[in-house]
């Protein structure tokens, strides 16, 4: 069982950068695969990046692809976002989720979720 706390969001304008961070709780933070997905205004839920237990892999939306980096830290049960170079589009609840069951870009394949932290880059 994991239970999954984001921060790091805020207001940032274009071309910025944001680092956020999912802190995970529990003794098996480093069997699950770990993603990323976000929620714009009217839009549904999209996937942004995935990472494997290990870290050894990952998956990346085209829409993010050279501009964002997830990174695990096992040892402090912590997952990252590295975001650079920002776009309005951007703007968005940014969710962490965690699956035990191999990287993915499903959300159907996430057992747990955090609450979301807002990341809103302005022009």
């Known amino acids: 069982q994991v239970q999954l706390v984001e921060s790091g969001g805020g207001l940032v304008q274009a071309r910025g950068s944001l680092r956020l961070s999912c802190a995970a709780s529990?003794?098996?933070?480093?069997?699950?695969?770990m993603c990323w997905f976000r929620q714009a205004p009217g839009k549904e839920r999209e996937f942004v990046t995935a990472?494997?237990?290990?870290?050894?892999?990952?998956d990346y939306a085209d829409s993010v692809k050279g501009r964002f980096t997830i990174s695990r830290d096992n040892a402090k049960n912590t997952v990252y976002l590295q975001m650079n170079s920002l776009k309005p589009e951007d703007t968005a609840v940014y969710v962490c989720?965690?699956?035990?069951?191999?990287?993915?870009?499903?959300?159907?394949?996430?057992?747990?979720w955090g609450q979301g932290t807002q990341v809103t880059v302005s022009s």
């Open positions: 989720a965690a699956q035990m069951y191999g990287i993915s870009r499903y959300e159907h394949d996430y057992h747990y």
């Open positions: 990472i494997s237990a290990t870290g050894g892999r990952t």
């Open positions: 529990g003794r098996t933070f480093s069997r699950y695969a």
